[in-house]
């Protein structure tokens, strides 16, 4: 039987590494191996290797047979689906959030883009990043739908190493984030309920407008392109 402590270490070894791929630490197609791991969390090595188990299991570490342990390159197709399920479930969500919590939910968003437009001030990814998917989160915490929230986390991976890389081209400024997020929250403190969805849809698809451009400057990042 595994103790606490056992359990908490491999899910610390977990949570780690995972963070590392989702925010391109480790890089996808990247070798990897439980030495370096271990090295690098300062992490035992039995936590390490049930944490990659798992990984594998999430689809984020590829193992080659004769050959090692490799981060998984993105899975765009995943990541679109991913995309899909959140823009159709989100829009309910913020109606939701409007109807029941508009007077909650609007003190929070208007916290939230004070952070981001910090966080970009000071040029921040990992800040700028954390604020944006709290964004999100303050209309699902508002509709009561937290559960919705963090389930939709496990269908998520693939989509927020997408975005991840997005902060990571110059070319495409966080300033559009900030700035659609701007316009979300003048339609909800207008109670528009109808334009506040249709921008989240927008915010959303930004992903399909953007992909090309990603793909251009990682393009050994990615499977399932077409």
């Known amino acids: 039987m595994l103790t606490m402590n056992t359990t908490n270490m491999q899910r610390t070894a977990y949570e780690l590494i995972k963070q590392k791929i989702l925010l391109a630490d480790y890089i996808p197609g990247q070798k990897i191996s439980e030495n370096m ?18 990984l594998k299991k999430d689809n984020l570490i590829d193992v080659v047979p004769q ?8 899975d765009l197709e995943s990541a679109k689906n991913a995309r899909f399920v959140r823009e159709n479930i989100e829009k309910e969500i913020v109606k939701e959030a409007i109807t029941k919590n508009a007077m909650i939910v609007i003190p929070e968003l208007e916290r939230i883009i004070k952070m981001q437009e910090y966080y970009y001030n000071q040029n921040d990814a990992q800040g700028f990043f954390a604020m944006d998917e709290e964004f999100h989160k303050a209309f699902y ?26 902060l990571k081209i110059t070319n495409l400024k966080w300033q559009k984030l900030i700035d659609q997020h701007l316009a979300i929250l ?4 207008a109670n528009d309920t109808p334009l506040a ?30």
Do not use: C
């Open 67 to 74: 050959s090692g342990s490799y981060v998984a390159k993105i």
């Open 141 to 166: 915490t508002a509709a009561d739908k937290s559960q919705i929230w963090e389930w939709l986390q496990i269908l998520n991976s693939q989509l927020t190493r997408f975005r991840w890389l997005r």
């Open 37 to 54: 791991i271990t090295s690098d969390i300062d992490l035992g090595r039995t936590p390490v290797r049930e944490a990659l188990i798992h």
């Open 186 to 189: 003048k339609a909800v403190k």
């Open 197 to 226: 969805t249709k921008l989240v849809v927008n915010h959303l698809h930004l992903m399909l407008e953007e992909q090309q451009t990603l793909i251009d400057a990682f393009p050994d990042y990615f499977i399932n392109i077409d």
